[in-house]
């Protein structure tokens, strides 16, 4: 039975990981004669062709049509995986990350595993774990683009030294007006990102919840709180320059202060591949050094 791969990736500067990963599509070449099919992102094919020979040789999509495949695997770090993850969207297809960036928290394997990755996938020996995904949309304008976050929401101050002040509701209920450098809505996914270095909490993949937290909050009671992901969050922000930020997964657009947000769950989940052996409390001790 032939098994069908869509491969993303980065751009590598470092001479070290470029060579990586030509080596990697040496590697893959191999399992392309074993009945596995290789789809390559264009432009990552694009780049690769400026080193490699083997990249004409697979056929190619556009990242914003990825074809229907097996496996999507991803090439490079957490970056990479976010906008993979946002390409694939609705077609919930299983990703693995393959990390040849830095800490790669998101990544299951090392580039330089990667044989041993081809060798799970081929004989199916890995789970599929789901992680819920942010939805961002405004009754007052259209946002554009994929407004999905994999890991967290942040609306930010923007062009200004003064805080802005985020009216916030739970559903229909008045939560706070934070008063703040800004505030973060985080999925678990994205507790151990910007969420985690505001002082906010660690928590499973699986739990099915959001968290709320603020970012150099001026009362020291706004500490972040955890809320089902069943709510929905609204926001109405104030701001001395009339505007601010909004950052979903990294990305960011400036708005007016009178664009209202409505942030709930998206109608679709990620799948993320994980191999024999992993687990939450490895990958945090592994990558964050719990405990050491």
């Excluded at 040849?100 to 004989?123: T, W």
């Excluded at 209920?173 to 660690?202: H, K, M």
């Excluded at 679709?268 to 591949?273: L, R």
């Amino acid at each position: 039975m032939t098994m069908t791969i869509a491969v993303y990736g980065n751009k590598p500067r470092d001479p070290q990981r470029r060579a990586e990963v030509i080596d990697m599509m040496a590697l893959l070449a191999r399992y392309a004669g074993m009945g596995v099919k290789f789809m390559l992102e264009q432009r990552y094919s694009s780049y690769l062709a400026n080193y490699t020979d083997i990249a004409a040789t697979y056929p190619t999509f556009e990242s914003e049509t990825p074809p229907a495949t097996d496996i999507v695997m991803s090439i490079g770090g957490d970056g990479t995986f976010l906008r993979t993850a946002n390409s694939v969207r609705a077609l919930e297809t299983p990703i693995i990350g393959i990390n040849s960036g830095h800490l790669g928290y998101l990544a299951a394997a090392q580039i330089c595993d990667m044989e041993q990755v081809m060798e799970h996938i081929m004989n199916g020996t890995y789970t599929i774990e789901p992680r819920s995904v942010l939805s961002v949309s405004s009754p007052d304008i259209s946002l554009g683009g994929h407004p999905f976050a994999l890991n967290e929401v942040a609306l930010l101050k923007q062009d200004t030294a003064s805080m802005i002040s985020v009216a916030t509701r739970i559903g229909h209920i008045e939560l706070a007006d934070y008063r703040a450098d800004g505030l973060i809505v985080s999925t678990p996914t994205g507790s151990t990102g910007y969420n985690l270095s505001v002082g906010g909490p660690v928590v499973s993949p699986a739990a099915p919840v959001w968290i709320i937290s603020p970012i150099a909050a001026h009362s020291l009671s706004m500490r972040p709180l955890v809320v089902s992901d069943s709510e929905s969050v609204y926001t109405e922000v104030k701001s001395r320059s009339g505007s601010y930020l909004l950052s979903i997964d990294g990305k960011s657009q400036v708005l007016d202060e009178s664009v209202r947000l409505h942030i709930q769950r998206a109608p679709w989940q990620v799948f993320v591949v994980h191999l024999p052996g992993q687990n939450f409390p490895l990958t945090l001790r592994s990558k964050l050094m719990w405990g050491v």
